[in-house]
């Protein structure tokens, strides 16, 4: 069985960065905010001199290059206009407080850097209300942004960037006013109204509206330190992304988020491309996906992304933990990647030099770690477990999977009671773009994993009507540990026993 059908024609996503600071607490009175995976140290760059961290009386001593005090911006000033009307390399502190900003076009070298409790927010407050026929009614919303994506069958309202709020809890879009009850809202757009179906009376009720917190083209950038939360973004771009716009494949090279969380915004968390470092960053519930990346040598570290997708898009178009796209030098390492709606760590279109090391890739939807239609790789030392259970067709339900990729070597890896095991597929993907090469299964090598306690297959398929794979493109496991009785492989289009297995060649 084929995958459902995806777009290939992933706008090319963005560069991130960072040096500098430490999250703390968010906005909302008693909310148990997670911390990131793990306290970086304190570092000092060519722009800043940081004592930085303290309780929240403590004054930032932050410097620039030149001797002068970092730009501190309070939540009532204007943010981005201050941004736009400073110059390359300026350092901004942003006080405790929520920051309701319009998009922030950085220039070359700027830093921006969020006192604990500063909080960057693309929402507004919605505050009058209509009640009538058990629903409630604020009319006077203008925000429609670019709709885009392809939605799962119960969730057609995904493609509309717009999320609406209830104490810091998103409701569900739904298609029309007539379905709207608790828990659920529907924006009339063509009226400009929106309806609840709960009483907004003594509630906090906000609708996301600006389309990114940062975007452009500049180099060099970085975030460290805030919340980002309740952006507006389509589908495929990011809260955080440094193309200029859409068209702008590659965008700003060498930036640097670190410490961020980055929570509740429509499309994608975190989008970084060329040179990007994303780092100790908490990604969780964005409404298609937390992590994204195009480019060369882009890394992802110590990051933790969970539950993301929450919009209700295709996770077989492109929604879930993450996805790498048209990237070189790939490297993601030792992030905890766990119970997003879709596969969790996904390469997938003409990436090649990708190392996938030490993540812990947990109870995610779809595939754990998925390596497709690309090039050279190296998957190891990862703990995978409790993967593929929400689509678990024929081999797709895989913990590891590498589809149609040459050069690719899985090893030293735990693979534990996923709804399959570790996966090699070869199909016919001449639909895709292929720079380096045809896009086929060899040199496939498995070699010193633990492969337990997977309800499916471990091994090779094909969709194109050729033993090739098996016979003649160099595929191997070899020295793995299995605890997996019954026909729990797969070889020659069939499930084998595993003394099978081991007559086929493979162990």
């Not at 997670?34 to 004592?51: F, I, R």
């Not at 998957?379 to 797709?396: A, L, Q």
Request: aromatic share 8%.
């Amino acid at each position: 069985m084929s995958p459902p059908p995806r777009d290939l024609l992933l706008p090319g996503l963005a560069v991130l960065g960072a040096i500098l600071l430490v999250v703390a607490a968010t906005r909302s009175p008693g909310e148990a905010v997670p911390p990131p995976m793990a306290d970086g140290p304190t570092t000092t760059s060519t722009t800043t001199s940081l004592p930085i961290i303290g309780d929240l009386g403590t004054e930032f001593q932050i410097t620039q290059s030149d001797g002068s005090p970092a730009i501190v911006v309070t939540p009532d000033e204007d943010l981005a206009a201050i941004v736009a009307a400073a110059r390359a390399g300026t350092t901004f502190v942003l006080a405790e407080g929520i920051h309701r900003s319009d998009t922030i076009i950085p220039a070359d070298g700027q830093t921006f850097l969020g006192r604990p409790g500063a909080v960057l927010s693309g929402a507004i407050h919605v505050e009058t209300f209509t009640p009538g026929d058990g629903l409630w009614a604020a009319g006077g919303q203008t925000a429609e942004s670019r709709v885009h994506g392809t939605c799962e069958p119960d969730r057609p309202r995904c493609v509309h960037a717009e999320d609406l709020f209830l104490d810091d809890v998103a409701l569900r879009h739904v298609g029309s006013r007539a379905q709207v009850g608790p828990g659920t809202w529907f924006f009339d757009y063509a009226a400009d109204t929106i309806y609840l179906g709960d009483d907004p009376a003594g509630r906090i009720v906000e609708l996301s509206v600006v389309p990114a917190a940062f975007r452009g083209a500049a180099d060099q950038v970085t975030i460290r330190g805030l919340a980002i939360e309740k952006f507006a973004v389509p589908a495929q771009q990011g809260a955080i992304d440094s193309r200029a716009d859409t068209e702008d494949l590659v965008g700003g090279a060498g930036w640097s988020i670190r410490d961020n969380i980055v929570r509740w915004n429509h499309g994608v968390g975190i989008a970084a491309t060329t040179g990007a470092m994303v780092s100790d960053n908490v990604v969780y519930e964005n409404g298609q996906m937390g992590l994204a990346a195009k480019g060369a040598g882009v890394t992802f570290e110590n990051n933790e992304v969970y539950r993301n997708n929450t919009a209700g898009f295709s996770s077989g178009w492109e929604a879930g933990g993450s996805k790498f796209a048209f990237t070189s030098g790939l490297v993601v390492r030792n992030n905890h990647v766990y119970e997003n709606f879709g596969p969790g760590l996904w390469t997938d279109i003409d990436n090649i030099d990708t190392l996938y090391e030490g993540n812990r890739v947990v109870d995610n939807e779809r595939m754990g770690i998925f390596h497709e239609i690309s090039y050279d790789a190296v998957i190891r030392n990862n703990e995978v477990r409790g993967n593929g259970f929400g689509f678990d067709e024929w081999v797709w339900g895989a913990g590891i999977i590498v589809s149609t990729s040459s050069n690719v070597e899985v090893y030293d890896n735990v693979v534990e009671g996923n709804a399959d095991g570790i996966i090699g597929v070869h199909q016919d993907r001449s639909d895709a773009p292929a720079s380096y090469g045809p896009l086929q299964l060899v040199n496939l090598a498995v070699h010193g994993n633990v492969i337990a306690d997977n309800g499916g297959w471990t091994g090779i398929g094909q969709d194109v009507g050729s033993n090739q794979v098996f016979t003649d493109f160099n595929n191997r496991f070899f020295d793995n540990t299995y605890r997996q009785d019954g026909e729990h492989f797969f070889w020659l289009n069939e499930p084998r026993s595993q003394s099978e297995w081991e007559r086929f060649g493979q162990n």
